[in-house]
């Protein structure tokens, strides 16, 4: 299933440092093979921000997440951010632009 990231989540995810932007991209490539197949601990639901997913590089191991929810036939990877129990003001922070994000997407589309 295709998959693309808007703009700003293109800049967060290159300013990861090398190994974690690797480890992202390979979580991409898994994603778009299994699609909504991708399970646990690869992907998971972003609990109090419904449809929104994470992405867990390296099994959940990263400290990084990208957050990303289907429109349509694609995924679309809105934020890259801190893990939860890493930094949770961040990973609240990423949730929220990543929603902002979509929902401005959305309303441009219609």
């Known amino acids: ?3 693309r990231y ?3 989540a293109i800049d967060e995810r290159e300013a990861l440092v090398p190994k974690e932007r690797a480890a992202l991209i390979n979580a ?3 994603l ?3 699609g909504p197949n991708l399970p646990y601990p690869h992907s998971s639901a972003v609990q109090g921000a419904d449809p929104l997913r994470e992405l867990r590089p390296r099994s ?3 400290p990084w997440r990208a957050l990303y929810r ?3 036939d694609e995924f679309v990877i809105a934020a890259v951010g801190p893990e939860a129990q890493v930094d949770p003001r961040g990973f609240a922070t990423a949730c929220r632009r990543a929603e902002a994000r979509l929902a401005e ?3 441009e589309q219609r």
């Open 1 to 3: 299933m295709p998959y």
């Open 6 to 8: 808007l703009a700003e």
């Open 28 to 30: 991409e490539t898994k």
């Open 32 to 34: 778009a093979v299994l």
């Open 60 to 62: 959940g191991h990263s």
């Open 70 to 72: 289907r429109v349509g």
């Open 105 to 107: 997407m959305e309303s």
